[in-house]
């Protein structure tokens, strides 16, 4: 199907089914601040919008749109990425749910299932996720295994067509609601350290997992501990051989990458709109400092934009990931500039709620914009990797690394 075909069926289907989105409010004193990065919703929340999410997923299944790159066997549109990433500019133009939810499933989890899994396994395991069916986290960091991430201590044991799991896992979303994790766990301790992986798909309702959702410093709790006592899986849930666990991880994780940088371009903008206002409202748009910050600031949102065309444009079997990494490299120090300028703005109304519209909630795009640093691999690793293997720069020294 052409793009031109497609592009015609998608705005068909999302005509009938929603309605146009509004302008987004640029506007002071007008409608909701949204100025919060990550969103701070209940429990109960957060739940609500999750089944949203799978009702909307289910109704774009029912049109074909599911899966749009998805194999066809497995009830997938089997095409391009540029026509999944047109459907998803054209989405964006009509007032659907919210997908977070659901991206760490239809983004990590399926792109891990197609890199590594049996036809049966992409059946029952990724295709409920494209149909609206499940939601999926990601099992992966550890108190102890983080950037250093193929340190991870959570240990499978073998026993017949079984493992036993003991472990604990930390920072992963969604846990709270997930149907499946995707769950990376040493299996070979005697094995080299990237050797001794394997990674499990595991149902989140299995015996012996305990889920703590974990407060942050902006009130929210959107991620949790997961611990796992006397874990019983099926060897049926291994995705990948034993010992494969860290490549199948490497496919998760471009997946995440590409989902993290993906949507910044509306809400840069409306900051930046709102910044503007500020400067003027604060009486500080003429302070030389002031516009030097927001200029610099302004180029460096073009740039960013750019380069996120460039790699959307670029076949995505020839994509290295070391686009992916410069998109979120910039995408969050960014997101920590557009913070820090309000906050030169607003000088103690950044601290001190004063309850006037536009202000103080700004610290929590700053604080979010921490959590970007690090979320999807964090700015040292992945500036490391780049100086590394794209630079070609010398190597870091290996006794600096743990
Ligand atoms: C919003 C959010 C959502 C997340 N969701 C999930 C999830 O769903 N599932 C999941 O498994 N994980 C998730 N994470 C966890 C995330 O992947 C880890 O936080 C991240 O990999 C960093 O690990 P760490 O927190 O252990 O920090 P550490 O690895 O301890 O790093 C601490 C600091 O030291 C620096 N550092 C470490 N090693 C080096 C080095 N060799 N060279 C230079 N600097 C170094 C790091 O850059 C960082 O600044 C999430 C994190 C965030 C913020």
Redesign the pocket.
């Known amino acids: 199907m052409t793009l031109d075909q497609f592009e015609a069926r998608a705005r068909e289907f999302l005509e009938s089914r929603c309605s146009r989105r509004g302008p987004v409010a640029t506007e002071w004193g007008s409608g909701e601040e949204r100025l919060a990065l990550?969103h701070e919703t209940t429990d109960e929340q957060e739940r609500a919008e999750a089944e949203a999410a799978l009702a909307w997923q289910r109704e774009r299944w029912a049109a074909g749109f599911g899966w749009i790159t998805g194999p066809v066997e497995h009830g997938g549109a089997g095409l391009s990425a540029e026509h999944d990433r047109r459907y998803r500019e054209i989405e964006a133009e009509f007032d659907v749910p919210d997908m977070a939810p659901l991206r760490?499933g239809l983004g990590t989890v399926s792109h891990a299932l197609l890199a590594a899994g049996t036809p049966e396994q992409i059946a029952t395991h990724a295709v409920p996720l494209h149909r609206g069916e499940a939601v999926a986290?990601?099992?992966?960091?550890e108190p102890e295994?983080?950037?250093?991430?193929a340190g991870v201590r959570t240990r499978g044991v073998r026993d017949g067509d079984t493992w036993r799991v003991d472990g604990q896992?930390v920072?992963?979303?969604?846990a709270t609601f997930a149907d499946i994790g995707l769950a990376l766990i040493r299996t070979d301790p005697d094995a080299p350290k990237h050797r001794g992986l394997s990674m499990f798909l595991v149902p989140m309702n299995t015996p012996g997992i305990e889920v703590r959702p974990l407060r942050q410093m902006t009130g929210g709790a959107s991620?949790c501990e997961v611990f796992l006592s006397d874990v019983r899986l099926d060897d049926a849930l291994r995705l990948g051989e034993p010992g494969s666990g860290w490549k199948v991880a490497t496919s998760a994780l471009a997946g995440e990458r590409r989902a993290v940088g993906d949507r910044s371009h509306e809400m840069n903008a409306r900051a930046m709109a709102l910044l503007a206002t500020l400067a003027q409202r604060t009486g500080r748009a003429d302070d030389p400092a002031v516009r030097d910050a927001w200029v610099s600031l302004h180029s460096r949102l073009q740039i960013a934009r750019f380069q996120q065309q460039r790699m959307q444009a670029t076949d995505e079997r020839t994509l290295t990931g070391a686009e992916r990494a410069i998109d979120k490299v910039l995408l969050a120090a960014n997101y920590k500039l557009i913070g820090d300028l309000a906050a030169e703005l607003l000088g103690p109304a950044f601290v001190a709620d004063t309850g006037e519209w536009g202000t103080f909630n700004w610290n929590r795009w700053l604080m979010g914009s921490m959590?970007y640093r690090?979320?999807?691999?964090?700015?040292?690793?992945l500036k490391?990797m780049l100086a590394e293997r794209v630079l070609g720069l010398p190597r870091?020294p290996q006794e600096?690394?743990?």
């Open positions: 990550f760490i986290c990601q099992l992966f960091s295994a983080g950037s250093d991430l896992k920072w992963t979303s969604n991620f959590g690090i979320a999807g691999g964090t700015e040292e690793i490391t870091e600096m690394k743990r």
